[in-house]
């Protein structure tokens, strides 16, 4: 009876795991672009920096999990913030996949983007901030960067910080873009988010060639 208990036990754990395979690794550097209501920029993903956050983040942007994103959290001087997505039975699937936290090896400048995170261990899911100032103060308490912006750095500035932080996240959550749009007309949103150059995946269209 024990031994059929610690097999059952055994199976579950295994069944709610995230099991890594070698199509959820990311190239060792990938480049996306991001175009949105301010214009648009582009990201350079450094894997070896958080190889979790970065394997992670690949298999966000080929699920067009950010498209149509709000950047819900803008404070001038610090971040801008976005990473919930706009139809809350998505976020639902992909908040419950929490990643181990990793050192950190990248410092929290200007232009580098990293997963938020509350206190708790292993909290990071889905949102994410770009620094908009150096916070090196931000590497002593786990927040580790995967990549950086090289291209519109311009543009993550202008994002609008007319809402600050007045956007209730339990409500984005909940409610997703139809709270956002109804509360915060203005908001900058991401349209569409893609990987760029050679690591792109392959288009239907490129199969048939």
Request: glycine share 6%; net charge negative; charged share 25%.
């Amino acid at each position: 009876m024990k031994s059929c208990l610690s097999s059952t036990l055994i199976a579950c754990v295994l069944a709610s795991c995230k099991i890594v395979t070698a199509a959820d690794k990311a190239p060792e550097e990938y480049s996306v672009r991001f175009e949105t209501s301010a214009g648009n920029f582009t990201l350079e993903v450094t894997r070896k920096w958080a190889p979790i956050g970065a394997d992670h983040f690949y298999q966000l942007i080929q699920d067009k999990f950010y498209d149509d994103c709000r950047f819900f959290r803008v404070v001038p001087g610090f971040v801008v913030q976005f990473g919930i997505n706009g139809d809350p039975s998505v976020q639902r699937t992909w908040r419950a996949r929490n990643l181990q936290d990793e050192p950190v090896v990248a410092s929290n400048m200007r232009g580098y983007i990293t997963y938020a995170k509350s206190s708790a261990p292993d909290s990071r899911t889905t949102q994410l901030f770009i620094n908009l100032k150096d916070n090196q103060n931000l590497d002593s308490i786990g927040f580790s960067p995967f990549g950086r912006v090289i291209e519109g750095m311009d543009v993550v500035d202008r994002i609008t910080a007319e809402y600050r932080e007045q956007a209730q996240q339990g409500l984005i959550q909940s409610q997703g873009n139809a709270y956002l749009k109804s509360r915060f007309p203005n908001m900058d949103y991401i349209k569409t988010a893609r990987i760029v150059g050679d690591d792109a995946p392959e288009s239907d269209d490129d199969k048939q060639e």
